[in-house]
């Protein structure tokens, strides 16, 4: 195999003041004698290593033309050279509309010129009238057969084949009709069916068959990437286009929007990114002899995070960072007698706020780790500042926040010792629906409309919900009653349906729904209340009204109000912004034996509103002695 040898490193930071600045850094090393050089020519600047040219427009910093093994261009030479490897941000001031900027640069400077390394600046003065970005990159079209993870590869339709598509109900969903492509008849396209979590979004691309050649962007570090862990955004998608995304609202909402107000300061770093090119010989199978290999070299960039090569002083190397690490531990009696490892804990320092703020913040840094078994975490490579310490334990209800604040300064290296998380609990467990894992995914996704499918995750059920249009699946399988749910009867995989949606009427109409609980109670304890810890995993544009043993009670015995806007359901994503809501239940509203919980949705102007539930417990009164 032929590896590129020379790193492609794509990054920028946003400096913002009363006028903001943004700049675009863009670096490449040697790999061949005699080594690195930089070519002007009017208005292109080009880095050439002896393998690999990269060319880019001056002094707007747009990335033109990419020269690798025989391939003149890697990027699409149809589109107009500012529309080929760009950077682009959505944005807009309060009140006014979306407006898109591709951050053209207005100066540029060459940071550092030597044999080893070419480092070049692009930068933009920001007013009020401009905006700033984000980086998706735009490959040739004899890139065909895209690639996000072991299990998720395929051959892509083409572009034209999505405009000769037919529309669907969502905007970015296409029905291919006539593809050039026989085989992808019938098939839905929709850039959200390829989405991923921002902790296993480390490498993506596309694999060209003739030559035998991989395109892959390799993001080593969630440092700079807005929302936590599992935060999840675009990857690849027909173009053939690749995205590095550093944040957007994409499964959150307007909640994760980033705002810049009041004239007060802000500074971020975001990137470097990683592209890669390889190659092999023609004898070879491309499709799995490219793809191993990108992850090896993904695996080598995450371990060499952060990179040494940045000469600019708001990227700090690792002897200027700090490390946290601890272990986390749960109490919770009603669960076990002792203290019980929380074990494979997602652990995180974000900027410090309340319970669960993490993941809606855009602006500050967060650095987060996979507990081990015990419950043990480490945290690397921390940049100075001021943070709290979160977290949560998978099969474990709610939100942990360490409340101290942690102060990171260069060469920390704190030692926590053991923290104890109290979950959200009052009493014993009387009955529980679903997992607590911040998602639903272990709930009821039923299979797609046979005429709407996606041919890459039918038979694999862990992605079965990146099928389009299975809120439409309610409608059939409940078409004039709504879920019941028998506690001691009923199944969550089989009856507890993934999405409380509305029902689909007919004549772009659509009707609430009100979900049941039903379950005895033997003997009531008149002398405490009850609780229901209630966990969604997504919400949009919706509301959840509880009532307790009386359907038509006008007012409810709780609400949460109208929430969210983080779209999963149209996104065919499996969990959003989590919500969780702990509900007092006077013992009053129960009665001995039969009881029910209706659960109502009452938002229902599209089909697209609903909420996904994580979990729902309910408690009994606090034991006494």
């Known amino acids: 195999m032929e590896k590129v040898g020379a790193s492609l490193a794509f990054g920028f930071f946003f400096l913002v003041t009363l006028a903001a600045a943004s700049r675009k850094i863009l670096q490449i090393e040697n790999c061949l004698s005699p080594g690195v050089r930089l070519y002007k020519n009017n208005h292109r600047m080009v880095m050439d290593n002896g393998l690999v040219q990269v060319t880019l427009s001056s002094p707007t910093g747009d990335v033109t033309g990419i020269q690798y093994h025989g391939i003149n261009n890697a990027l699409e030479t149809k589109n107009r050279e500012g529309n080929r490897g760009y950077w682009d941000v959505v944005w807009n001031e309060p009140g006014n509309r979306i407006t898109y900027d591709r951050l053209k640069g207005t100066d540029f400077k060459v940071i550092m010129e030597d044999e080893d390394q070419v480092e070049l600046s692009f930068t933009k003065t920001w007013n009020f009238t401009n905006g700033s970005s984000s980086a998706p990159l735009n490959v040739d079209k004899r890139f065909h057969f895209m690639a996000i993870s072991d299990d998720r590869q395929r051959i892509m339709p083409m572009p034209r084949d999505r405009l000769n598509g037919q529309r669907l109900a969502y905007p970015e969903a296409v029905l291919l009709t006539d593809p050039t ?112 290999d990108a992850k090896d070299q993904m695996s080598i960039e995450t371990k060499s995070w952060p990179y040494s090569f940045p000469q600019s002083e708001d990227f700090p190397s690792s002897d200027k960072r700090g490390s946290v690490d601890g272990q986390l531990l749960v109490d919770d009696k009603y669960i076990s007698d002792g203290l019980m490892w929380a074990s494979y804990a997602y652990v995180g320092l974000a900027a410090p706020g309340g319970v669960g703020s993490w993941q809606t913040d855009a602006k500050v840094y967060q650095f987060w780790t996979e507990a081990n078994e015990e419950g043990h975490f480490s945290i690397e490579n921390i940049r100075v500042g001021h943070y709290n310490l979160y977290a949560w334990v998978p099969g474990i209800v709610g939100d942990c926040r360490y409340d101290a604040i942690i102060n990171i300064q260069p060469g920390d290296d704190i030692k926590l010792g053991v923290l104890v998380y109290e979950p ?42 990146r099928q389009y249009g299975l809120w439409e699946r309610y409608t059939d399988l409940y078409p004039e009653h709504d879920l019941v749910y028998t506690i001691g009867v009923s199944n969550y995989p089989q009856h507890w349906f993934f999405a409380q949606v509305t029902r689909n009427m007919g004549n772009h109409t659509y009707q609430a729904t009100t979900w049941q609980i039903k379950f005895e109670i033997e003997n009531i304890v008149r002398t405490g209340n009850y609780t229901l810890q209630l966990a969604l995993a997504s919400a949009t544009a919706s509301e959840l009204q509880v009532r307790i043993n009386d359907k038509r009670a006008k007012r409810p015995h709780f609400t949460t109000g109208l929430i969210g806007r983080d779209n999963a359901i149209a996104r065919h994503g499996i969990y959003g912004l989590y919500w969780f809501y702990s509900i007092n239940v006077p013992s009053h509203l129960l009665c001995r034996g039969n009881n029910t919980i209706y659960l109502t949705q009452p938002r229902c102007t599209s089909p697209f509103q609903g909420i996904m539930y994580d979990y729902i417990r309910l408690e009994g009164p606090p034991e006494t002695g």
């Open 181 to 292: 492509n026989p085989q992808l008849k019938g098939e839905v396209d929709d850039k959200y069916q390829y989405s991923c979590d921002n902790k296993n979004n480390r490498v993506h691309g596309w694999i060209s068959h003739d030559p035998p050649v991989g395109f892959w962007m390799i993001t080593p570090s969630d440092e700079f990437r807005a929302g936590g862990p599992i935060k999840q955004d675009l990857t690849s998608h027909v173009g053939p286009t690749v995205l590095s995304m550093f944040t957007s609202t994409h499964y959150s909402g307007k909640d994760l929007n980033t705002k810049y107000r009041n004239g007060k300061p802000w500074k971020k770093v975001v990137g470097p990114v990683f592209v890669y090119l390889n190659s092999i010989s023609s004898l070879e199978d491309p499709t799995k002899t490219l793809w191993e």
């Open 424 to 465: 959200p609990r009052n009493g014993p467990t009387l009955w529980e629906i679903g997992i607590p894992d911040r998602t639903a995914a272990e709930f009821f996704v039923p299979d797609p409309d046979p005429s709407l499918v996606n041919k890459l995750y039918i038979n694999k059920s862990t992605d079965k919900f």
